[in-house]
């Protein structure tokens, strides 16, 4: 999400070279984070001048984040990320900033005169004035007020989770996920592509970039904490109450059960499951929290993403993606859930008991073979089309309702039952028999 882009200034000065800061100052309705800064590269940019710095500061002028892009691409925005987003509160001000080296040549930065003379509000963004100052030896907070606008905006990530309305009550939520109160964590020290065993208690620190890895077979999580992404590959995976920050990835892996997972703050899909490497089989997520994406330029974000299995039961868990955002000017936000027709298809898929909200629609789904099986699932408000698209009727839809007025949001199928049987003891006398419709 940004104030301007991805539509850019009109005109490029070209004869104003000292070492000038230019900035854009912002406030948003509701908390969030700042993950970068925007900045439109002027047509004629000759390069030379470099690296160009973008900045965040407070409103008081404390630099809250830094960092630096060489090489930018004359003639358009470029994104120039910072190592960590940085939270805002909501109504606090903060300036987006780029601070450009002293220039002998070339078009110096791009403007459209009278953009701020008023302030701007774009969703949940208001940008009050542009700022400016100059300085020829090192980055600077810009404080003189104008109404020009120089071509800077913010890459901001609003905090999504709970949508327009929390996670009901009976479903998860990160309360009754992840690691049980009391565990102690212990840092994880190895290599960034695990190797098998059972971890128990552990914590992955966050990398500097990638993600952990595992092709390990037998695989066990219990009470762990990733701070960053994780893609495993190895059949007969088991992961119990733990706490994954930056997506899960289950790539061509037979046999897993994720159960009281807490799956959030992926700048792509909170779980994806994928038979690229493999067939994907005989997947099951049962009371789990998926929230709080975090989408980047670009995605295509999902609560879950399902590219080809054989075997998948859902149950009991929430799926949240918060309301609707762009971001750079774009959709990023698909589906809460998401069955893509790829790689063999999918077969024998069953949702039952979860909430389900947010994406374009909360729930896309290709070609589904085999048994196709939604029921007791709650809808909530923020598909921003719609509730469901479906290329193929389920073989049972039972009872799947928008939470906000019990309505249907998939009619009941007629003259079909779901035959998964809970046995019990047949007591003397007892008969059973099993007869056609």
Do not use: K
Request: proline share 7%.
């Amino acid at each position: 999400m940004s104030v301007f882009a991805p539509a850019g200034p009109v005109s490029v000065a070209s004869n104003d070279r000292g070492g000038i800061s230019l900035g854009t100052r912002l406030t948003a309705a509701v908390a969030g984070r700042a993950a970068g800064v925007l900045w439109f590269c002027p047509v004629g940019w000759d390069g030379s001048a470099s690296p160009v710095y973008a900045s965040l500061y407070s409103a008081a002028g404390v630099l809250l984040a830094r960092t630096t892009v060489t090489g930018p691409t004359p003639g358009a925005f470029v994104t120039i990320t910072f190592a960590d987003p940085v939270p805002v509160e909501a109504g606090a001000e903060v300036t987006a900033a780029v601070w450009l080296p002293r220039r002998t040549a070339g078009a110096d930065y791009a403007f459209t005169a009278g953009a701020l003379a008023s302030p701007r509000t774009v969703g949940q963004l208001t940008a009050s004035t542009a700022t400016y100052d100059y300085s020829d030896v090192a980055p600077n907070h810009p404080t003189n007020s104008t109404g020009t606008w120089f071509g800077v905006d913010v890459v901001w990530q609003p905090e999504t989770g709970g949508g327009t309305s929390p996670i009901p009550p009976g479903y998860p939520t990160p309360a009754t996920t992840g690691p049980q109160a009391g565990t102690v964590l212990t840092d994880y020290t190895g290599p960034t592509t695990l190797p098998p065993g059972v971890y128990t208690g552990v914590r992955f620190p966050a990398l500097g970039q990638g993600a952990y890895e595992s092709s390990a077979a037998g695989l066990v999580f219990r009470d762990c904490v990733f701070e960053t992404g994780v893609v495993l590959r190895g059949d007969g995976l088991t992961v119990e109450r733990t706490r994954v920050a930056g997506g899960l990835s289950l790539s061509g892996v037979s046999g897993a059960v994720l159960s009281r997972v807490d799956l959030h703050e992926s700048g792509t899909d909170l779980l994806h499951v994928t038979s690229d490497t493999g067939q994907c089989a005989n997947i099951t997520v049962t009371d789990s929290c998926l929230r709080d994406p975090r989408p980047i330029a670009g995605a295509h974000a999902d609560g879950v993403q399902v590219r080809g299995v054989r075997g998948l039961t859902i149950r009991r868990c929430a799926v949240d993606m918060g309301p609707w955002v762009l971001v750079e000017g774009a959709d990023v936000l698909n589906a809460a859930l998401f069955f893509e027709d790829a790689n063999g298809g999918n077969s024998d898929v069953r949702v039952t008991g979860c909430w389900l909200n947010g994406g374009g629609y909360t729930l896309v789904s290709g070609a589904v073979s085999g048994d196709y099986v939604l029921t007791g699932n709650r809808w909530g408000p923020d598909g921003h089309y719609g509730p469901v698209t479906l290329a193929t009727a389920p073989t049972l839809a039972r009872d799947n309702r928008a939470r906000a007025d019990n309505a249907l949001v998939l009619a009941d199928t007629v003259g079909a039952e779901d035959l998964n049987l809970t046995w019990g003891r047949l007591m003397t006398g007892w008969r059973f028999e099993v007869v056609p419709w």
